[in-house]
């Protein structure tokens, strides 16, 4: 089956097609990655499928499915599913803030708790952003798109929640979903200007940010991440632990659960933020090169799909979903170096947690939808709906 037979009239509509037009490279990569990650946490486990690497590898295992299940249907649901899924984790995000329902854990009220379960809106409020403002840009011209008042608009969608997020406090996630509201925005073709007037108005801003608005452990982790000998047992801890298992884990690693500052428990969110850390102390500068490569070559891949998009939601969408699992990654990985303060960011599908995870796989369920119905065209000017 060539790829030219899904532009035939009905036949892009059959089961048997889509699943043939699904990309089994992403498949494949996201499997190696989730299955260092589930590898690690059996490690971390002391050898054991408890208390993590089984569960980690179970909700892979569903999501995976769930994921080329998603990939099945065609853009133009995510397109009309687009505002209404915004506007409904935006009210989630308020709930959490605003009403009996939000729940602290880790220091920030963060999770909204509806009894039976637990969620993070947050973290889904990253792929409710990117879909919304797919959608605004598909029925606005590229010139609107370059500079124009109506760009208010999508700097509105990402500005509400990103303070609302802020102040719960998880600066991690309001840092990924500014950071991911901006690419989809230079993606859609923002001005140059107007990107070097942003970074211009960041670096002003950005000082009293910290000195005046920031909590005070917020404000010590990022003036710490600068010199943490300054607080080597406080908030220096942290990376200090991080950077002694990257360096002395070499070129070839200790040796699978024989990293001692992982397997002794002196690095701190061993399985969660550092786990990278673990990565390189076990199987040295190899072994976390190999996990990098896999995550360059997942990514290279999603982009070419996007490029590939005949409709500028899906080209938009896929792009702006790849971009902010790109955030996760650059953010994860500066911040186990030193590079960055620790903000709290998972390293995607290594780090144990379900809704990072779960957000991963439905941003790649989009990009794989639209490499499937790479043709469909969908029409511009259509209502809410």
């Not at 499915?65 to 505002?83: D, G, Q, S």
């Not at 409020?125 to 208010?152: C, D, F, P």
């Not at 790849?322 to 030193?338: E, S």
Request: glycine share 10%.
């Amino acid at each position: 089956m060539t790829s030219s037979a899904l532009t035939r009239p009905g036949e892009r509509e059959r089961l048997s097609v889509k699943l043939t037009q699904i990309d089994w490279r992403i498949v494949g990569l996201l499997t190696c990655l989730a299955g260092m990650g589930t590898l690690m946490l059996y490690s971390l486990g002391k050898l054991s499928w408890e208390p993590w690497a089984l569960k980690h590898l179970l909700r892979y295992s569903v999501l995976l499915v769930a994921m080329i299940c998603m990939a099945l249907v065609h853009p133009k649901w995510w397109f009309r599913a687009a505002y209404p899924l915004y506007a409904m984790l935006l009210v989630m995000v308020l709930l959490v803030e605003f009403s009996p329902l939000g729940y602290v854990a880790g220091g920030a009220k963060n999770w909204l708790n509806l009894g039976f379960i637990r969620i993070q809106p947050a973290e889904f409020m990253k792929i409710g952003l990117v879909l919304a403002l797919a959608r605004w840009y598909h029925n606005h011209t590229a010139q609107e798109a370059r500079w124009s008042w109506k760009l208010l608009f999508p700097a509105g969608m990402i500005g509400v929640p990103f303070i609302l997020v802020a102040a719960q406090p998880d600066l991690g996630s309001a840092m990924i979903i500014a950071l991911t509201g901006g690419a989809v925005m230079v993606l859609a073709g923002l001005s140059w200007w107007v990107i070097g007037a942003g970074v211009l108005a960041a670096v002003v801003i950005i000082p009293p940010f910290v000195m005046f608005v920031m909590h005070d452990y917020q404000r010590n982790r990022v003036l710490n991440f600068l010199n943490p000998e300054m607080d080597p047992t406080g908030t220096g801890y942290n990376i200090i632990q991080s950077k002694i298992a990257l360096g002395s884990g070499g070129l070839m690693g200790k040796g699978f659960g024989l990293g001692s500052q992982s397997q002794l428990e002196f690095l701190p969110e061993r399985h969660t933020d550092f786990i990278f850390s673990t990565v390189a102390e076990e199987f040295g500068f190899i072994g976390s090169t190999a996990v990098l490569i896999c995550y360059a070559a997942l990514f290279l891949i999603a982009f070419r799909i996007a490029s590939l998009s005949h409709s500028h939601f899906g080209r938009i969408g896929s792009a702006g979903m790849t971009a902010f699992v790109v955030m996760f990654v650059l953010i994860n990985g500066a911040m186990v170096m030193g590079l960055a303060p620790v903000v709290g960011v998972p390293m995607p599908l290594l780090s144990y947690g379900g809704s990072g995870m779960t957000t991963i796989m439905i941003g790649f369920a989009l990009v794989m939808s639209v490499r499937i119905h790479r043709y469909a065209e969908l029409p511009k000017g259509q209502g809410f709906f």
